[in-house]
């Protein structure tokens, strides 16, 4: 049973326009929900995260918004530039349990 | 620099060969973890730990075993190795304070086994 869904296996974009990758959740304990982005060969990094109290987190280019309602959240990038071009993992946890769940990833790719 | 090491990075070993992946991070973090990624199937996780002496099973831990004897230290041990084990393993640490947070992820360790 596959908890955080990322539904879109890649995601095509221009230079300059918005990007947004979506992720779905079951789990109605999740309150706590991150991006990472994952270049090839290299382990994935820390983006963005936001937690169940909040609907919008913005950091500069990055800005992930919350629906509970719905169970889905979005990343956003605005512009996209070519080096985000990565596979965005989107993950969630519940409260002070120590176990991160992992959605499939969206390979995003920015064209110049 | 703050960072999480994994050795080795690229292994191939054959089936039943006893392997241990290390992994080392020097942020003082009370929180590791192991996860495998496989085409299709995102990370998944193995085991974390919350503090030394303290493990317990994430998503996929059949085949593994894992110790934390140290808090910089979260060794992964496949005792007999499939080839169904064949993966790229990446381990993570975080401050691990109230729930998870950020995690820091190591470079990853390919492992192929024949």
């Known amino acids: 049973d596959q908890q955080v869904k990322q539904n879109s296996p890649s995601l095509s974009v221009q230079e300059g326009r918005i990007s947004i990758l979506n992720c779905d959740y079951t789990?109605?304990?999740?309150?706590?929900f991150l991006w990472y982005k994952k270049y090839p060969a290299e382990g994935p990094t820390f983006l963005i995260s936001i937690s169940s109290i909040k609907d919008k987190n913005e950091d500069g280019r990055f800005t992930v918004f919350l629906n509970k309602s719905a169970k889905h959240l979005s990343l956003h990038i605005v512009p996209s530039q070519p080096g985000d071009s990565a596979v965005y993992f989107c993950?969630?946890?519940?409260?002070?349990?120590?176990?991160?769940?992992f959605g499939k990833g969206t390979l995003l790719t920015v064209n110049p | 620099e703050a960072q999480v090491t994994q050795n080795p990075r690229y292994l191939i070993t054959v089936t039943g060969k006893k392997l241990t992946v290390t992994c080392s991070q020097n942020m003082n973090h009370e929180y590791m973890s192991w996860y495998r990624q496989d085409p299709g199937l995102g990370l998944r996780q193995i085991y974390y730990s919350m503090n030394v002496e303290v493990t317990d099973k994430g998503d996929v831990p059949e085949g593994y075993k894992v110790s934390r004897k140290e808090k910089r230290n979260f060794p992964l041990i496949l005792e007999s190795p499939s080839p169904n084990q064949t993966s790229l393993y990446f381990c993570?640490?975080?401050?691990?304070?109230?729930?998870?947070?950020?995690?820091?992820f190591g470079e990853g360790s390919r492992l192929t086994v024949l």
């Open positions: 993570a640490s975080s401050r691990g304070t109230s729930g998870i947070g950020e995690l820091f």
């Open positions: 993950a969630a946890s519940s409260g002070s349990n120590y176990k991160l769940t």
């Open positions: 789990n109605s304990m999740f309150d706590y």
